[in-house]
């Protein structure tokens, strides 16, 4: 393999390169730089005390985090058995994984869209739950903080398998194998072999998810109660942005929000670094 | 393999799949027998089914002008990522260098932050340049998150083409862009062309940032879509659905096409 950039290759590179630095590198130091700045161009901190110092702005970030975690923490939970279970393949693998991939592809707009009426007080929904007596009148599922959580677990866990499933069938099925034939039960043998293995898998799942779902905007809007309870940090930035057109004010708060999800990010990232080593260990020879 | 038995476990697989399908097409069939209903106030079915909805969404929007600008913004979008992206997945993929993780690094960084972050920013860098509120800007904002994810896609496609195939058109007199022409654009066709039908559904769906820079003329159905949806009451909910319906079927449509190539663990982020 060649080793280091000549003339030619760093030509190659340039497209690329340029077009990262300046329609994602550049807007992001752009931002930063208005946040530190007020409409005149002078440096200010008047921004971030705009956010932190205003109840109604600053508890975005816990509203945001109280939907954002159980969200995320219910699609891996749920999706690492799904994806153990079908790590070999099994019937019906096409039609299951298709229809994983189609809430996905349409997108949280859609899916909005057709929950509000699915689970809406007239909804086949709440006709099924009624009809079976599981509950004696209708559940409110919409316009409130059930609707978002619901609409980021419909989005989420497929995400979370297909990516989870992507990682466990590319583990060595000889390990599981050696590990039954020394005698270890069925769960001695996904807590000791399987689970370690794909503990970075998990990580980065995790990490992938908690940023989608913390990021949350559209059903937020959609499905829940922008002007109060399901408030998310988005709407807030998006309001300073295009309604209020405080680009200074916007910028502080997309900054607050890209800090928070680089902490998430980075936390999982170390955890995980310093999980995989174990595993090494155990495992992968 | 061993024979699969019906094991609790599995049981338990298919009834929670069960649950999860049931409540996918339930959540799709409502938007569409919703879209064609009139009085469906209560009941399990709408008692008269009508298509006056999609008159009123012809006459409510330019349905025509909506669905030029989706597919102009998309097959756009693909044909500059691929250009910009093909060179530097060659670069990565054929050499090593000093700061090739950090660059790999940065690449992966529009993919991973989520539009709705750098979305703000990058929305008023274009409005600055007066870019935005243009279906040229809608294009620019949509190619932030292609052009890395085209490069990850390519990479393993570039090296699985041995560079002794290129060594051996070298020595045989061929040129730099012969090389190109016949031996590499060739070999990866199949990376290229999953690239391309990948990411022609993942634009057509992004909603956050086209949202973000489009004005009244550059807006892509989905934007259309989640603006009627939130204006609810200025409209009938039932035109809302038509709109949806019409969305739907545009993405299920690129969906299948690309499902005929790919493979579904492809369409989400894949860990290396």
């Known amino acids: 393999m060649p080793r280091g950039l ?22 992001f130091l752009y931002g930063l730089f208005l946040s530190f700045t007020n409409a005149a161009g002078s440096p200010t901190l008047a921004n971030y005390a705009r956010f932190f110092l205003d109840p109604w702005e600053s508890r975005t970030i816990w509203v945001t985090l109280w939907i954002s975690v159980p969200a995320t923490l219910v699609n891996v939970a749920l999706a690492v058995p799904f994806a153990v279970f079908m790590r ?18 349409l997108g949280t707009v859609l899916v909005s869209e057709g929950m509000l009426t699915y689970l809406g007080p007239n909804g086949w929904l709440n006709q099924l739950l009624q009809a079976i007596h599981m509950v004696g009148k209708p559940v409110r599922f919409t316009h409130n903080y059930t609707g978002v959580l619901l609409s980021l677990v419909i989005q989420g866990f497929p995400f979370a398998f297909l990516m989870i499933l992507g ?10 194998k050696a590990s039954q034939m020394l005698g270890a039960s069925w769960l001695q043998t996904f807590t000791r072999v399987l689970f370690p293995l794909m503990v970075p898998g998990i990580a980065i799942c995790f990490c992938l998810n908690f940023v989608m779902a913390f990021s949350v905007f559209p059903s937020a809007m959609l499905l829940g109660e922008p002007s109060g309870p399901t408030r998310v940090i988005a709407i807030a930035a998006w309001q300073w942005a295009f309604e209020k057109f405080d680009f200074n004010v916007a910028s502080a708060i997309s900054m607050v929000m890209a800090v928070i999800e680089l902490i998430v990010i980075s936390a999982v990232l170390v955890w995980r670094n310093r999980m995989y080593r174990g595993a090494s260990m155990v495992g992968k020879g | 393999m061993t024979q699969r038995k019906l094991t609790p476990g599995s049981v338990l697989f298919v009834l929670a799949m069960v649950v999860y399908v049931g409540n996918v097409l339930g959540i799709l069939f409502t938007v569409i027998l ?20 999609y008159a009123y969404v012809a006459t409510d929007h330019n349905i025509a002008n909506l669905l030029f600008v989706t597919f102009l913004v998309a097959i ?15 670069v990565l993929s054929r050499s090593e260098f000093r700061g090739k993780g950090a660059l790999l690094s940065l690449f992966l960084l529009p993919m991973i932050v989520p539009p709705m972050t750098y979305g703000i920013p990058l929305a008023m860098v274009l409005y600055k340049f007066h870019l935005a509120a243009r279906v040229v800007g809608v294009i620019l904002a949509n190619l932030v998150p292609i052009v890395p994810f085209v490069i990850l896609i390519l990479m393993p496609f570039i090296e699985q083409v041995g560079a002794n195939l290129e060594s051996a058109a070298q020595m ?3 040129r730099r862009w012969t090389i190109f022409r016949r031996v590499l654009v060739p070999l990866t066709l199949p990376g290229i062309l999953t690239a391309g039908i990948l990411s022609i559904v993942k634009t057509i769906s992004m909603f956050e940032l086209t949202y973000l820079v489009a004005g009244a003329r550059s807006q892509t159905i989905v934007v259309a879509l989640y603006a ?21 079927l545009t993405t299920m ?5 690309a499902l005929r190539f790919v493979s579904p663990t492809q369409m989400v982020f894949k860990i290396k």
């Open chain 1, 6 to 27: 000549g003339g030619g290759r760093l030509l190659l590179l340039f497209p690329a390169l340029a077009f990262v630095l300046l329609l994602f590198v550049y807007p």
């Open chain 1, 88 to 105: 070999h393949g099994m019937r019906g693998e096409k039609i299951v994984t298709f229809f994983l991939i189609v809430p996905l592809t």
């Open chain 1, 167 to 176: 990682y466990v069938s590319g583990i060595n099925p000889d390990l599981e």
């Open chain 2, 34 to 53: 919703n879209s064609a209903s009139k009085g469906w106030y209560s009941g399990v079915l709408p008692r008269h089914l009508t298509g006056e909805w």
């Open chain 2, 76 to 90: 756009v979008v693909v044909a500059v990522a691929i250009l910009i992206a093909f060179p530097a997945a060659y």
């Open chain 2, 172 to 174: 045989l007199g061929a």
């Open chain 2, 228 to 248: 009627d949806a939130y204006a609810a009451g200025a409209r009938p909910p039932q035109a809302v659905d038509a709109l949806a319906v019409i969305y739907f």
């Open chain 2, 253 to 257: 449509v690129c969906l299948i096409v």
